[in-house]
């Protein structure tokens, strides 16, 4: 079946320094969607991208389509404590695929130290 | 509107035994999915229902089980419970289908002793 792969597992910044996570699929996507866990929370979505090479931006965060569709990133500027938490990508497969099957990378624990 | 509901939130189970997880979606969402969410797996879909039909299943045995019923509330149940089982269990609605923006549940936290 289809795999997302997201990396990094584990990300621990200072607080002020900058945050990337990516997400990898060795075949076409149909679009890709970011979410945000918190500690004892769940899931919050925060994006999603359908364009070959669209970017988006929200504050602090910038989402990347990479112009394959294969690829996708989320960026955060300047962290803050209030960025703590798991990220996920969570992708549905391209033309072929089923639009009723989301799959998720296993997320990108981020750790802030103040 | 509301969001997402679940009950119960925490359940303690024996092995062997079976439960059923509730899920509420959003007044006016029509799909519901389902997803396991442990610490060495993470989120893995277990299964979609739209309109009372399941319409795509995840790689789980035939113990995991769902349905959907008219007003878009949906269950799942665990037969023969296994240690293994024990996880958050999330439910998410949306609009339509899965590649609409998904807003989940608190999760019911199950434990299999």
């Known amino acids: 079946g289809q795999q997302v792969m997201q990396i990094p597992q584990y990300q621990h910044v200072q607080e002020g320094e900058d945050f990337t996570t990516y997400c990898n699929s060795s075949?076409?996507?149909?679009?890709i969607q970011w979410y945000k866990q918190r500690p004892g929370g769940h899931p919050v979505f925060l994006i999603q991208?359908?364009?070959?090479?669209e970017v988006k931006k929200q504050k602090r965060l910038t989402f990347q389509f990479g112009e394959a569709k294969k690829n996708s990133s989320l960026h955060i500027t300047a962290t803050q404590t209030t960025d703590v938490g798991t990220y996920f990508c969570?992708?549905?497969?391209?033309?072929?695929?089923?639009?009723?099957?989301?799959?998720f990378g296993k997320g990108t624990l981020l750790t802030v130290n103040p | 509107k509301a969001g997402v509901t679940q009950t119960p939130r925490y359940l303690i189970k024996t092995r062997g035994q079976q439960v059923t997880l509730s899920c509420s979606p959003i007044?006016?969402?029509?799909?519901v999915s389902w997803y396991q969410q442990t610490p060495g797996q993470g989120l893995q879909f277990l299964f979609e229902?739209?309109?009372?039909?399941?319409?795509n299943k995840g790689n789980f045995p035939g113990r995991f089980s769902g349905r959907q019923f008219s007003n878009s509330r949906s269950e799942m149940n665990v037969s023969t419970l296994e240690l293994g089982d024990s996880a958050l269990y999330l439910c998410?609605?949306?609009?339509?289908?899965?590649?609409?923006?998904?807003?989940f549940g608190p999760g019911t936290r199950l434990t299999v002793t």
């Open positions: 998410a609605s949306s609009t339509d289908r899965v590649a609409y923006e998904q807003y």
């Open positions: 075949t076409t996507l149909s679009n």
């Open positions: 991208l359908v364009k070959s090479g």
């Open positions: 969570a992708a549905t497969p391209g033309s072929g695929g089923s639009n009723y099957k989301l799959t």
């Open positions: 007044s006016g969402h029509r799909s």
């Open positions: 229902y739209f309109s009372e039909t399941q319409r």
